[in-house]
């Protein structure tokens, strides 16, 4: 990292004796020669502002100039005498009043070899710093590792994201909500974008779930290209660290089930919302993954997180929905039932609206997974038998008997409940519970009764 202090140490530039230490400190990333008054419009953060002081002609110029370089996060001021008698105290007081560092440039030095110099000292700088992490990156340096390197080079805060709004690994306390940097580089259609004091861009890689790399404050120049080595070299060190399932076998576990409608590999999607808890996953094909969690990692609203996650991460996938279940933990012999579980709640989770959805098995009816285990064909003869007579006559008479019984069913056999469901007279609907027995030849009174026409009834939907 380059920094006003190494500039230092080229032939020329000198530090004002009114220029803190603690200033030299700061990253230079470019150089930017003005002679304009209020240069702010043009200015970037971290750069070296040349300047010939062309612009001052009595106090109290500076403090505007001076301000705007300020604002603009310029690393130092590097300035040339306005008149025989050197930097104006105007200029000294306004470097000192807004924190910028200030540089003398001696009269007989030329600023085309000033500006020669600092390139090529930014230009050794970047090669060298791209080296340093090329090495680590060959060395096997994991992401966090290479995060905490690349943090020193670049002398600013950076930050490894899933898309799936999670921290996958930092230099310092992320100062925004995950979600709020995804949103914005989604908006952005993949591209490098600002996001509350962020520049995000993508790391390179072909998962299904897109890592992005933040940087605190915007790139530019060398830095900027540094940014983007260390993106790629980010994205080689997930495929090398890519989650190998951990066997679960003993104590409570959770069971997971996940579709993908589109292209994206539900077996990724499940397991970047996973990380970085242990579990062991299965596939039983590129749109459907299965999941066992040890019951203590398993995270707090994991439901309501992982629906906000998906719903964030949608439009950064190849795909079109992604639909979750999940079921309360049982112990590990018992598995099969739980993953069975997880798999109706899916499917409750399939019939919800929206690009995303995730649905705890809790909300699975016991009918709905009586009936799971029964194949269509066999629904259909279940439903002809109990039903067949009340079918005919409604399509027959076009009335709505099968309507009526199942609001009735569905009020715990209570006319006064049912007629105000159905908004019908209370005798109105004894009358059609009546005729409706009378058909079936059955007592709707009789809870056994009851239990049957009723899982007849749920057994015509999907």
């Known amino acids: 990292m380059t920094t006003v202090r190494t500039l230092l140490g080229l032939p020329g530039l000198r530090r004002h004796p009114g220029t803190a230490d603690a200033l030299l400190d700061r990253a230079v990333t470019r150089l930017y020669a003005t002679e304009l008054r209020d240069p702010g419009r043009y200015l970037t953060a971290g750069e070296l502002v040349l300047s010939g002081l062309l612009w001052w002609r009595e106090p109290g110029d500076a403090d505007p100039f001076v301000a705007a370089l300020a604002d603009g996060g310029a690393a130092a001021l590097a300035a040339s005498g306005a008149d025989s008698n050197g930097i104006p105290d105007d200029v000294v007081t306004a470097c000192e009043r807004h924190g910028v560092a200030l540089l003398e440039v001696p009269p007989d030095l030329s600023f085309a070899v000033v500006t020669e110099r600092v390139v090529l000292a930014l230009a050794a700088a970047a090669d060298g710093a791209r080296k340093r992490l090329l090495t680590a990156a060959a060395e096997g340096t994991p992401v966090a590792g290479l995060l905490a390197r690349a943090a020193e080079e670049l002398g600013t805060p950076c930050w490894v994201l899933?898309?799936?709004?999670?921290?996958?690994?930092?230099?310092?306390?992320?100062?925004?909500?995950?979600?709020?940097?995804?949103?914005?580089?989604?908006?952005?259609?993949?591209?490098p974008t600002a996001a509350g004091g962020l520049t995000v861009l993508p790391v390179e890689g072909r998962q299904a779930v897109p890592w992005l790399l933040a940087v605190e404050g915007p790139l530019n120049g060398a830095h900027a290209e540094l940014a983007q080595e260390l993106a790629g070299l980010i994205g080689f060190a997930r495929a090398r660290e890519r989650h190998e399932p951990a066997a679960v076998t003993e104590g409570p576990v959770r069971a997971i089930a996940l579709r993908t409608e589109g292209s994206a590999e539900a077996a990724d999607v499940l397991a970047e919302l996973l990380a970085p808890a242990p579990f062991t996953y299965s596939s039983t094909g590129p749109d459907e993954a299965f999941a066992l969690v040890p019951g203590p990692s398993w995270p707090e609203?994991?439901?309501?997180?992982?629906?906000?996650?998906?719903?964030?991460?949608?439009?950064l996938l190849r795909a079109s929905r992604l639909v979750a279940g999940f079921a309360d933990a049982v112990p590990a012999a018992e598995a099969d039932g739980a993953l069975e579980l997880a798999r109706q709640a899916r499917g409750l989770?399939?019939?919800?609206?929206?690009p995303a959805a995730v649905v705890p098995a809790d909300e699975v009816g016991v009918h709905q997974l009586l009936l799971a285990g029964a194949s269509p064909k066999l629904r259909s003869a279940l439903r002809r038998r109990l039903l067949g007579p009340l079918l005919d006559y409604d399509a027959e008479q076009h009335s709505d008997l099968v309507r009526t019984v199942r609001a009735y069913l569905e009020c715990s056999g209570s006319p006064t409940r049912a007629a105000k469901a159905l908004h019908i007279h209370v005798n109105t609907l004894r009358y059609r519970i009546g005729r409706?027995?009378?058909?079936?030849?059955?007592?709707?009174?009789?809870?056994?009764?009851?239990?049957?026409?009723?899982?007849a009834l749920r057994a015509g939907q999907p």
């Open 301 to 315: 609203g994991w439901a309501t997180a992982a629906t906000t996650a998906l719903s964030t991460v949608e439009p």
């Open 436 to 455: 409706a027995a009378e058909l079936l030849g059955e007592d709707l009174t009789d809870f056994t009764t009851q239990v049957d026409v009723y899982l």
């Open 349 to 354: 989770a399939a019939a919800r609206p929206g």
């Open 162 to 191: 899933s898309a799936v709004s999670r921290v996958v690994a930092g230099t310092a306390e992320l100062p925004i909500d995950p979600s709020e940097a995804v949103r914005h580089f989604a908006g952005s259609r993949g591209r």
